[in-house]
């Protein structure tokens, strides 16, 4: 079954500081994966996406992810966080095979002053 | 502003009770997913429907129901409500049926049990 793990529950990072947020699937075929942030109070934003092709693919609010295929990683990155940047940030994994979207268990940023 | 509407807001009830929570997807999308949020169950999936008909399941509880209705509203029925069902109920929509395109969420409706 398709799954999806955030190993870090909580990360601190100070502003202006660089950030990379694990995330590891488990599905046999090529996965849909998503990255979506969820501020306080709100529902969940998409950040980015890979379907296929360039695995190093660019999204909103300057984050940018890379898919590597042989580590089932999508690690989200951005190279210098801003104190808005502190939020919950889900992994999720969909396939064609089935309906549903899987979310990963959440990592929530703290950004210090 | 995501597009979809999530009615009501916040909600206290007791022990025992029913309570409905509406969603209205955004304009042209058929699928609509309800999840549930906790803090210890994190995002939990728990149905969809696309265009009126169910179609996916997940960790839904038998005394939990849902509809689509034919403007494409759906609505989420939660009843002898127990302590435990306090959490944040988050209704997405989707153009595509599988999950494989952009999920756009409302803003949830915490339901608190007392």
């Known amino acids: 079954a398709q799954s999806v793990t955030q190993p870090d529950i909580h990360i601190t990072v100070s502003e202006g500081a660089s950030l990379e947020l694990r995330c590891n699937y488990s599905?046999?075929?090529?996965?849909?994966l998503f990255w979506y942030v969820q501020s306080p109070g709100q529902g969940l934003q998409l950040l980015l996406k890979?379907?296929?092709?360039?695995?190093l693919v660019q999204g909103i609010k300057g984050f940018e992810a890379e898919f590597k295929r042989s580590q089932s990683s999508f690690n989200l990155r951005k190279p210098s966080v801003h104190w808005s940047d502190a939020a919950e940030y889900f992994c999720?994994?969909?396939?064609?095979?089935?309906?549903?979207?899987?979310f990963g268990a959440g990592t929530r940023l703290t950004v210090k002053p | 502003d995501s597009g979809v509407t999530q009615t009501p807001k916040h909600l206290i009830t007791a022990t025992g009770q029913r309570v409905t929570l509406r969603c209205s997807p955004r304009?042209?999308?058929?699928?609509v997913y309800w999840y549930q949020q906790s803090l210890d169950q994190g995002l939990q999936f728990l149905i969809q429907?696309?265009?009126?008909?169910?179609?996916a399941k997940g960790n839904i509880l038998e005394r939990f129901s849902a509809q689509q209705f034919p403007d494409l509203h759906s609505e989420l029925n939660l009843s002898s409500l127990e302590l435990g069902d306090s959490a944040l109920y988050f209704c997405?929509?989707?153009?595509?049926?599988?999950?494989?395109?952009?999920?756009?969420f409302g803003e949830g409706s915490r339901l608190t049990v007392l």
């Open positions: 997405a929509s989707s153009v595509t049926l599988r999950g494989t395109g952009e999920l756009f």
């Open positions: 599905y046999g075929a090529t996965p849909y």
């Open positions: 890979y379907f296929s092709g360039d695995t």
């Open positions: 999720a994994v969909g396939a064609d095979s089935l309906n549903d979207m899987r």
């Open positions: 304009s042209g999308d058929l699928s």
């Open positions: 429907y696309y265009n009126g008909e169910e179609r």
